[in-house]
């Protein structure tokens, strides 16, 4: 699938508020609301758009420590150890990267306890891990929306 | 502002489909539309919801590497290069953490020349920063939605 | 428990002398003996101020080597080597930080030959640990007293 | 000045509570209050009691983030960015460490606004200092009193 | 065996064209075809000159990523996992090298979905590997050729 | 130009021996001498051959340490610095990796004293290098031919 | 024992030769060859002198590579480990220091084959060792004698 | 010069005893007394022989802390911090070694105190050093002697 100039500019204005009418979009764009409907439609399909969503405060809904995690596995237990951790809810993103054989991991608690919590009693009980790293975020210069990493 | 567990339970129902009916989620919930709406509107007026925004396979749409970096400034000049490089478009997010005084910084970009040029043109160029280490996305094992990071 | 400036100055005064006479204190601050007493036992109380202590040099009473380690321990074994470490009269301080999965412990010695079997026949021969990291104080700049870290 | 047996004995109860009477110690010793008075005055002359302090739990006074740094200066700056740094009274100890040419430093702050504060306006703010490393602490085993670290 | 100074020709012209017919190096040289012949045949006798052989541009034949990996084995299985690795036809060169004990090795493969098999199949499921590090190649400022690493 | 698999054959028979004649080629792979020469032809003008080559035994030629480094550059200066190295005929290869923001670097000298006098004569006289990692081959597993990293 | 002035400078006498005689150096003191006797036997005896031995310059008896190691051991098996090594005559000297829990261990071999072969056959042979870092020494500024370290 | 068997053998009895007499030696080896002097003269003419010493016990000549350093410095500066640093009587020994780009430096001082002092008045006020790790030796496992590093 190839996606032309309307496509960005719908994807832009969805970015910006995922909620926005076809009408609305229609308007800004000079097209007929059935187009817009039609190209959308058609984002989905194509699994350019792969869902309509929220950005929440996390803050205010009591999630006051985020967390970056480096996580080293033995390299024959990193898949498993993967799948295992992306099931824990209090995981927000887990990837591998090039660089050192460890899974870059997200997190998102309550506060202090629950972090000390889930790193003694979720992450080091899981078999295959040799070593953990963790950093605190202290401040979002950027925050992402739209594109997924 | 307390939450109660029916804002929670909208906040996930949005966090799975951003563009659902108040409709919709009156239903799921037993609640009048009149309701569910007035939570919604409070929950964007407490900025608990931020925004609400799609989700969009970076793939998909020509930006086909993902790449983390750890950005070293002199301390004094750390403040100044995040406020710029906020403004790349490249530029996903930008944290500071504890951990080494360096930015942690999602990029995205089309491919490796747009990469390396990015690294040569756009980041070396800024001044006060000392040293960048670079890792590229392999595999997702899961992306967070919904909560900012 | 809300603590209020006079607590405040209670506590500055205490960490400064912390044999001072109630009546001293009172006198201090223009307020009565007894107010006094009841304010230090309503801290004690309330667990605010956790104990009275001595600050002893070190050197003076033969401990001659203060030492900081770094212990990496295997994830699982992490928190039981803390319990035994912290049974060590030689250990002064032991915690768990943010960082790399180590143990960050102090630990007050009479000299190097006293450092040195404390390290391999200690700390060594504790099961779970895989990697120790030491570094001797060469100088205090400054060194708390009163606030515990 | 050599101390004996007895006068250890005094340390450790001195050590337990700073604040026992000497009328109380000489019971525990069996020997007379003079005789009690004049050992612990000698101790305080001797400077082996620096002085008498309080333990206050840093939590339930609003200081919620204990913090340790690791400050990389230039070598030639090492010693006044120190001498800096302890005039800071969110600076609650600084030494000299063998290993890397860092300053390590305890921190402690009410909370991570606080942190970030102190980090990008206090400290990166000092001449000399090329790198900062900052972890957070998540759980005490242990926290000495009485030995001065 | 020595080699003199119109080897050394010999040695660079073959270095910017192995094909070069032994009429034309003789021209260029000033030196009899049977000369040149002989001497060539003794260099290969000598096995100073390994083989003839092609530089191909790894981009058009299809493997498009060039990674770079430090390879951390337990000490008693490095050689054999070298020895493993050396049969993959991904990997292009293996070395053992001063510094850390880790195997250094290059990776020539088509995407990024290749390199991730690779790693996570391939290299991840090798007994004795404990660690691994990958950089992938950005811009190539010189390539040698002719003389072997 | 899509190179097929005759194509792919032809470039395995010439990385094997590089001057191998057309007519074993072809007679190799069943076809015509011309055919096989009409088929160089076009990878040489295609640029899928870069060049016919020669694989020398360094150590014959009395090269006999083969060394690796990490250079860090003040960002700014990457791109000049390598660009000058690259000109040093002692430097075989020079790359740029993600990772830190080093230029990986192979050199090929004679002996130790020519290593050391590289490395402090002609490596640290240039401006921008800030630090150098060298390791020294131990052992070849794998040396690749053919294919360019 | 206290060693005295006229110690030391016999001391510094012998460092610079180690063979001159009691004649010479008492007639340097200004002593009798009794008393200067009389002194060095009585500081072998107090084992101040360790013993008299001579500086050999390694190239020219044939061992030309100087290699300096960090030995990484699970910390039960440091001294064990320890103890095999100084039995091997390649070793030269062999220390626990501060730091990581590593050995640092000199070698002096003939050449790179037996450096590779002592890393590979006698090193990595030895139970307990989990990782090593080797460095070649380049340039000796200052190579200490006398003072043992 | 080639040395033989026996030259050998005598570097051997002079490594364990540095003051051995021409007659002891000559009749351990079967030779006459002519034959040795001729051959040490040889082997001193030759500089096969640096010199003749002793080992002294630091520690009994108040050398009591004997610490190891790496010496960072600007590329440009290193040869002339070098040179600087030996013509400290503290500093027994300066090496540069492939790895980082630093110094390995030998340092024999009195107490932590002079060690304090050398670090902050003697090292860091070099121009040019950019960064100091030390380690301090707690065990002696093997301390060469007479083979020079």
Known sequence: MKIDAIDRKILELLTVNGRMSYVDIAKELGLSRVAIRERINNLIEEEVIEKFSVVINSDKVG???????????????????????????KVASCYQMTGPSTLHMHVLVEDFEQLEHFINEELYALKGITRVESHILLRRFKSRSGLKL
């Open 63 to 89: 999630k006051k420590v985020s967390a970056f995690f480096e996580v080293d596995c033995e390299p024959t237990s990193l898949v498993s150890v993967a799948e295992t951790l992306v099931e824990n809810p």
